[in-house]
């Protein structure tokens, strides 16, 4: 029986089968493609548990935000509310201080409005006085005239001097 090539090849490749068999190589094989799939199954695992945590923290650190940013608005709404009470408040103050400016200096007008009415009546007391001690003197003798004069500048002397210690 004349060995062609394809049948050397055949026997060949029996015998490389079996050596292969013998020396356990497909086990050999299928243990290390085991161990290279439980190995990327564990990747695959740890990638997907990776991936839920950091959707787990990316959720936890939306919500901060969320939380944070309430804050903040509410923060700032206090702040607007407290400025908006603090000008009311600044206001009024000075609307009082102005009414009490105000006031104070009406009073002033008044007391310097009665000085003057009480100054123009002291002169025109004085004036009055003057000017009958002149006609009086004119008109009457000496001795009745000094004798009502003094009486009457004694009296008008004494309320003078009444007028000006009230």
Same mark, same amino acid.
């Given at each position: 029986? %004349?060995?062609?090539?394809?049948?050397? +090849?055949?026997? &060949? $490749? +029996?015998?490389?089968? &079996? !050596?292969?068999?013998?020396?356990? !190589? %497909?086990?050999?094989? /299928?243990?290390? $493609?085991? &161990? /290279? &799939?439980?190995?990327? /199954?564990?990747? $695959?695992?740890?990638a997907r548990r990776a991936r839920e945590e950091a959707e787990n923290l990316l959720e936890q650190y939306k919500e901060k935000y969320s939380k944070v940013e309430n804050e903040v608005r509410q923060i700032i709404i206090d702040a607007e509310n407290k400025v908006s009470l603090l000008e009311e408040e600044n206001r009024k103050r000075i609307a009082e201080a102005f009414d009490l400016r105000h006031a104070d200096l009406e009073k002033k007008i008044n007391l310097m409005e009665l000085e003057y009415m009480r100054s123009f009546y002291i002169k025109l007391a004085d004036f009055s006085i003057e000017f009958s001690q002149k006609i009086i003197s004119e008109k009457m003798s000496d001795d009745v005239v000094s004798r009502i004069f003094q009486e009457e500048i004694n009296n008008l002397k004494s309320r003078h001097i009444n007028i000006i210690h009230r």
């Open positions: 029986m %004349p060995f062609d090539e394809t049948f050397l +090849v055949f026997i &060949a $490749l +029996v015998i490389f089968i &079996a !050596i292969l068999l013998f020396f356990r !190589i %497909p086990s050999l094989l /299928r243990s290390f $493609l085991d &161990a /290279r &799939a439980d190995g990327i /199954r564990n990747e $695959l695992f740890e």
